[in-house]
């Protein structure tokens, strides 16, 4: 059983920071892409950020230079530093990961969190 568990979510002030953390635990062979999608009310999820196993990175354009995905592979985790934080940025943050899982033959599929609030305050 493969989980992903989100966590540093949280109430900020307009300005403010905040990193998000996401750990994959279980029967994991390998992991691809990880990944940051947002949900805000009444919209559909998008791509905030996205990293390979390489440690090459993609942003959506309106976190460019204000957000930094990374990840430590040892710990199966990834991370979303959030700085100069928006109103716009309110939503429920998910994390997504591209897994390996070795059971009678290689699986590989994606997986989500359950998801953490990100709610930022004017």
């Known amino acids: 059983q493969v989980q992903l568990v989100e966590s540093g979510g949280g109430l900020v002030q307009t300005g403010g920071s905040l990193k998000l953390s996401c750990a994959a635990s279980?029967?994991?062979?390998?992991?691809?892409?990880m990944g940051w999608y947002r949900q805000a009310p009444e919209k559909t999820r998008e791509l905030v950020a996205g990293i390979n196993s390489g440690g090459s990175t993609n942003y959506a354009d309106s976190v460019k230079g204000r957000f930094t995905i990374s990840r430590d592979n040892a710990k199966k985790t990834v991370y979303l530093q959030m700085n100069s934080l928006k109103a716009e940025d309110t939503g429920v943050y998910y994390c997504?990961?591209?897994?390996?899982?070795?059971?009678?033959?290689?699986?590989?599929?994606?997986?989500w969190g359950q998801g953490t609030q990100v709610t930022v305050s004017s």
């Open positions: 279980g029967s994991i062979f390998s992991i691809n892409d």
């Open positions: 997504n990961a591209e897994i390996l899982v070795i059971r009678g033959g290689a699986i590989l599929r994606a997986y």
